[in-house]
Every structure is written in C-alpha cells, then in structure tokens.
C-alpha cells in the first residue's frame, strides 16, 4: 500500500495526473513540459542518447531501441534513486562520432556554464538527419545552486543552436504568461512558507497549493493570452545531413 502511494507521487511530480493536481506544486509546469515532450517524441527514433538523464523521468514517452542516459557526476544534487547508465567529465562525452540518432534533453542547458562547446559535443555524437529534443527554462527560479548559471529567451536559445549547425524544426513555449505567474505563486508558496518537513509540506500542499494550481489553469483559458512570460523552451532541432 505504501510502496504503491509512494509510486503513485513520485510519478505524479513529472506526469499531468489527477492525482498530482493535488499533490504536485509544480503541476503548471510540469504539466506543460510533458504535453509538450509526448507531443514531440516522435521526432526520435533508434538509438537515443538522453544528455543529463537523472531519473529518466520521460524514458516512456519514446519508442525507440536503446535509450542511454548519461549525466555530469559532481552536480547540485545527488544521485540518489537516478537510473544513470554513463557519466561523463562535463567536457567530452564518451561517445564515438555519431553514436546515436537522436538526443534528448529536458531542464538540463541552465546548469552548463560551458554551453557552446557542450552543444559541439552534442552535434558531433549525432548522426547527420538525426533530431534533438530540449527543453530549457525561461522562467524559473534558481535551483541546484550553485550550479545554475543562464535563463533563455526563445531568441537566444534558438541563435546558440542554429550558431552550433543547427537546424530548427519546431520551436515553442510551455506556458502562458497568467500560468506562468499562478505557478511561481504555488512555488513560492511550497518553498518558503509551508513547513520545511517533507510530510508535512505534502499534506498541506491540497489545501494551500492546489487552489493556486486550479486558479492558474482556469484563468489562463479565460484572460488573454500572452506567450512572452513563460516557463520553458521546447524546440526540436536538426543535424543537417551534410
């Protein structure tokens, strides 16, 4: 019974469930990264590398034959409970020259100081035609201090890529701007004036963070849409193949 709830959460802080509506206060968020990433998932097929894999938390959404996750080993977490299967030195990556035919990465660019040469990295392990699948903040607050070091608009992110070869396929945004600030609300909320226990903050979380998560999802339908304050970048991009 236990073992089954506590499934039951943890799958519920990544995935939009009725059951995380209640228990999530990251739902917003959370909720526009995995519509967006399932939207998107077929971009990849074959031998998929997952850069900054963690716990994997997305593996299901993609029908491909090998799905290999590799990670930094020093990081402002541990990782405890991760299903890391490489680590690599934060340099190079331990691939040979186009090792895989896609790559994908979610809320892993704000933590590379080293950017540029991690994408050359990226490209070079690549096949020529295969799709990478990021996502990255625009609006979030710091986190896994003291390892978080840009924020991206949609512009930048998108000028680094094409800067790097590459080519843009899809390109879009997570959430809109009244959900956006409902959700820094709930944030806001569950990190600093709920109790620091763990138990506790979860049992509270129905009464005091659920109400701003319904609020953000319903009157980010009912006022006007604005898309310039976001949550995340979601882009697709291409490897030319020559």
Known sequence: MIAGLKRLYNKSLFQPTF?????????????????????????????????????????????????????????????????????????????????????????????????????????????PGGHMLITVPFVWDEHEIPYDFARYTSFGIRHILIEKGFTIVKETKTTNYVATLCQMWAAYVYQHILPKNKVARIALTPLFITPITICGLIFSVLLPTNMNFFHNNVLVVQKPES
């Open 19 to 127: 059951f995380g509506l209640f228990f999530n206060p990251f739902f917003i968020i959370r909720r526009g990264l995995f519509r967006n990433i399932s939207q998107l998932s077929g971009y990849l097929q074959g031998r998929l590398l997952d850069f900054g894999c963690g716990s994997k938390p997305y593996r299901t959404l993609f029908d491909v034959t090998t799905y290999i996750g590799t990670d930094v080993e020093v990081s402002g977490h541990d990782h405890l409970n991760e299903d890391i299967d490489v680590y690599y030195d934060g340099t190079t990556l331990p691939f040979d020259d186009t090792s895989f035919d896609c790559i994908f990465s979610s809320e892993v660019f704000e933590h590379i100081f080293n950017l540029p040469e991690i994408l050359d990295e990226l490209h070079r392990v690549l096949k």
